[in-house]
């Protein structure tokens, strides 16, 4: 029950984070027109008149936002640190009064401090591999509730810039791969991008934008619910390499605005300190819901590709279509993506069955032996 409250404050406190943010971002006028914000942004304005407090002396949009995330903030904080601290406590009680002994004895010393009985081992193996199912199925709730909540849009906006700076990272990156240059990649306020390369295989770059997001969500994925452990040490990696890519390759868009560079370094700069400073249980919440969020966003953006391939308002620069034309002129952009989506489905289906269906398989036979 802890640890599903430990998960459940951390969550809340990512979510306040992110709403903070959102109100920075409103306060700093980066967010163009065309995008959902704005849409959000008059809703946030009209449950303010319903409160009542767009009467208040000195309110605006971002204060309403700051002032509102701040105290859920401060609650989240609280108590997950309450939450996180307390079983140390009393860990460290136990060991005292252990160490101590009864009044006048000496300690027994402890010869091999760190060694455990083989059944412990056992027991706390099985207790970290339930503990990750339940924060692997925390991170897909997460996930779903986002995306089937309108008046979640804002917080899904920034992990949609985030997706679109892997789709672009992949295009750089196969470039590198396949011995081609880089000048760099743009990530633009209303979700597209552009990466600009040269020489390399075009038959590897051009699929590795959708694919390499839905492969990067894969991976990140099977390694925070296979190595549960690791997650401080592969968020903390995660957050170095976005910073490197966004320092090497991160360009500002068309009209100058360094959306690229705020996501990149924003995002690895939070990985990276929640890797360094944060509890294991919060890592494999973040990594795990990135991983969810990436991954499923590739496929719904190749179902799209489909979608629009098949009724003709497909964009005529779009990877899908350039491929086809490139490459297998004899096939539809239609057959191009659906064999994109079925290959993106297929990484996400193993990551999820290696990453939690075996597992789960193996604790429920564990509870059938009777090994619970």
Not at 144 to 154: A, D, I, K, P, S
């Amino acid at each position: 029950m802890r640890m599903l409250l430990r998960a459940f404050w951390g969550l809340v406190l990512l979510l306040s984070i992110l709403w903070i943010a959102a109100g920075l971002a409103v306060a700093a006028d980066i967010m163009p027109g065309d995008t959902i914000m704005t849409e959000f942004t008059a809703q946030v304005e009209n449950f303010a008149s319903r409160l009542n407090v767009d009467q208040i002396e000195g309110y605006s949009t971002p204060v309403f936002f700051v002032a509102s995330g701040a105290p859920l903030f401060l609650i989240a904080a609280f108590f997950f640190r309450r939450n996180n601290r307390a079983p140390r406590s009393r860990k460290a009680k136990a060991g005292a009064g252990t160490a101590t002994g009864a009044e006048g004895e000496s300690a027994i010393p402890v010869p091999f401090p760190d060694s455990k009985p083989a059944q412990e081992t056992k027991g706390n193996v099985r207790a970290l591999r339930r503990q990750t199912l339940l924060i692997s199925a925390l991170a897909f709730l997460a996930v779903f509730f986002l995306w089937n909540q309108r008046e979640m849009e804002m917080l899904l906006y920034p992990l949609r810039l985030f997706v679109t700076f892997v789709h672009e990272a992949g295009h750089a990156l196969a470039a590198l791969i396949s011995g081609g240059q880089v000048q760099g990649f743009t990530v633009n306020a209303n979700g597209s991008g552009m990466a600009v390369t040269a020489g390399g295989n075009r038959a590897l770059i051009l699929p590795a934008g959708y694919l390499g997001a839905a492969l990067f969500g894969s991976l990140l994925f099977l390694l925070s619910n296979r190595a549960p452990r690791w997650a401080s040490g592969i968020a903390m990696a995660l957050g170095a390499i976005l910073i490197g890519i966004t320092v090497l390759y991160g360009r500002p868009d068309s009209s100058g605005v360094p959306v690229a560079l705020a996501i990149g370094v924003g995002f690895g700069t939070i990985i990276l300190l929640i890797g360094a400073k944060a509890p294991r249980i919060v890592n494999q919440l973040l990594l795990s819901i990135l991983a969810v969020i990436t991954a499923l966003e590739a496929v719904y953006d190749l179902k799209f590709i489909l979608d629009g391939s098949l009724n003709g308002t497909i964009h005529p620069q779009n990877d899908a279509v350039r491929f086809a034309q490139e490459f297998t002129p004899l096939l539809p952009v239609a057959v191009v993506a659906l064999l994109w989506a079925g290959i993106a489905v297929f990484m996400l289906a193993a990551a999820i069955y290696f990453g939690m269906f075996k597992p789960l398989r193996n604790e429920i036979q564990a509870v059938v032996n009777g090994q619970s």
